[in-house]
C-alpha cells in the first residue's frame, strides 16, 4: 500500500472508533515537523507532516490514536514508538537534509564570515562541556534574526545562529554561550511533553562557566535565547 493511503486507512480506522465518520488525512510538506487538524461534530480532517511518510504502521497507527485522545478530551501524548522512531538515528540521518532546503533562511554553513560555529563547538568540547556529536548540523541564518539568538531542531540536529553574532565586535564565549545553549536542547532530547526551559534545562545550561556575562552581553543587545 502506498503510504498516503495507509495513513488514510489507518485514520479512518481508528477514527471510527473515536465515533468519527468522516476522516481525511493527508502529508504535507511543512518545514517543521507537526500535524495541522480541523474537525465539526463527527468529521475531521488531517495535515500530517511528510516527515512520516516512511513512518511504519504501528506509528501511524500510535500518532493517530495520540490524536484523537487529544481532540477527544484526553492528553494522552506521542506514543512511545512513534517518539522511539522519531529519535532514532536514522531519522534526522534521512530527514536533516530535507530539513535544511525547506529552511531558506538558513546558509547551511558552519562558517561565517568571522566566526565558524565548529570551531565554537570545539571550544566548548575541549572544555568538557559537551561531547561532539557528527550528526548534528551547524548553520548561520542568511538573514540577521536581531532578536532571537539561535533556534534548535531536536528531531532534524539542526542548530542555526543568527548572523549578528557572527562580528568581531561580540566576544567568542558569548557565541559558545549561545552555541551551548542550543546544545543543551539536543542533550536534553526530544520530549514534547517539558518545558523548554525547565529545570532540567537551566541546570545544565548553568554548567556554561561565563553564562551570566555572557547573558549581559545578550541583553545589552536585546538578544534572547
Ligand atoms: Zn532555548
Redesign the pocket.
Known amino acids: 500500500m502506498e503510504a498516503e493511503e495507509v495513513l488514510r486507512t489507518k485514520f479512518r480506522e481508528i477514527g471510527k472508533e473515536y465515533g468519527f465518520d468522516k476522516v481525511e488525512a493527508e502529508f504535507v510538506a511543512f518545514k517543521e515537523f507537526k500535524v495541522r487538524w480541523q474537525r465539526s461534530y463527527k468529521w475531521a480532517d488531517f495535515k500530517v507532516s511528510d516527515y512520516l511518510a516512511d513512518a511504519p504502521p504501528e506509528v501511524i497507527g500510535g500518532l493517530c490514536n495520540s490524536l484523537f485522545s487529544k481532540i477527544t478530551g484526553d492528553e494522552e501524548g506521542y506514543s512511545e514508538e512513534m517518539c522511539r522512531w522519531m529519535t532514532a538515528p536514522e531519522f534526522s540521518e534521512h530527514k536533516q537534509q530535507v530539513y535544511l532546503k525547506r529552511s531558506r533562511n538558513l546558509t547551511r554553513s558552519a562558517k561565517g564570515e568571522v566566526r565558524d560555529l565548529e570551531s565554537s563547538y570545539d571550544r566548548l568540547a575541549e572544555a568538557g562541556l559537551v561531547e561532539k556529536d557528527p550528526a548534528i548540523h551547524l548553520t548561520w541564518t542568511r538573514e540577521s534574526n536581531v532578536r532571537k539568538v539561535?533556534q534548535?531542531s531536536v528531531l532534524m540536529k539542526v542548530i542555526s545562529i543568527s548572523s549578528v553574532l557572527d562580528s568581531e565586535m561580540i566576544p567568542e564565549f558569548v557565541l559558545d554561550y549561545c552555541l551551548y545553549?542550543?546544545l543543551?536542547?539536543l542533550i536534553i532530547g526530544f520530549d514534547p511533553s517539558a518545558k523548554?526551559?525547565g529545570e532540567e534545562?537551566s541546570e545544565l545550561e548553568a554548567k556554561y562557566p561565563r553564562r551570566d556575562e555572557a547573558g549581559e552581553w545578550l541583553k545589552q543587545l536585546s538578544m534572547y535565547?
Open positions: 539561535g534548535c545553549h542550543e543543551c536542547h523548554r526551559h534545562f535565547l
